[in-house]
Nanobody, 127 residues
Framework: QLRLVESGGGLVQPGGSLRLSCAAS????????IGWFRQAPGKEREGVSC????????KYADSVKGRFTISRDNAKNTVYLQMNSLKPEDTAVYYC????????????????????WGQGTQVTVSS
């Protein structure tokens, strides 16, 4: 059974860093695009980043460009989201999602493009 599990969330002060992990099981990870999304209270789920199956191509939302870095280790079936220079507006539940294709979709930041989702991990940026 395909499963995605996020971890690494927590409470951090503004300007701090966190690294989120998305561990996959139950499928051949190497052929799948992985996206990171987030949802703050009262707001819609938004795409944060996407990484191609090979890891060569990445996409970022303008709001996180230059601060967040997505990467993957296919040998460990894990995708990472390194988040630096965190701001209070980054506070949200962060989700990873999967779709079986080689490259990030044109609409990579839209939830309907993905098939399977993790349960999410809370990130809170506050002093």
């Amino acid at each position: 059974q395909l499963r995605l599990v996020e971890s690494g969330g927590g409470l951090v002060q503004p300007g701090g860093s966190l690294r989120l992990s998305c561990a996959a099981s139950g499928f051949t990870f190497d052929y799948d695009v992985i996206g990171w999304f987030r949802q703050a209270p009262g707001k819609e789920r938004e795409g944060v980043s996407c990484i191609s199956a090979s890891g060569v191509s990445t996409k970022y939302a303008d709001s996180v460009k230059g601060r967040f870095t997505i990467s993957r280790d296919n040998a460990k079936n894990t995708v990472y989201l390194q988040m630096n220079s965190l701001k209070p507006e980054d506070t949200a539940v962060y989700y990873c999602a999967e779709v079986r294709r080689s490259g990030c979709p044109t609409d990579w930041g839209l939830a309907y493009e993905y098939n399977y989702w993790g349960q999410g991990t809370q990130v809170t940026v506050s002093s």
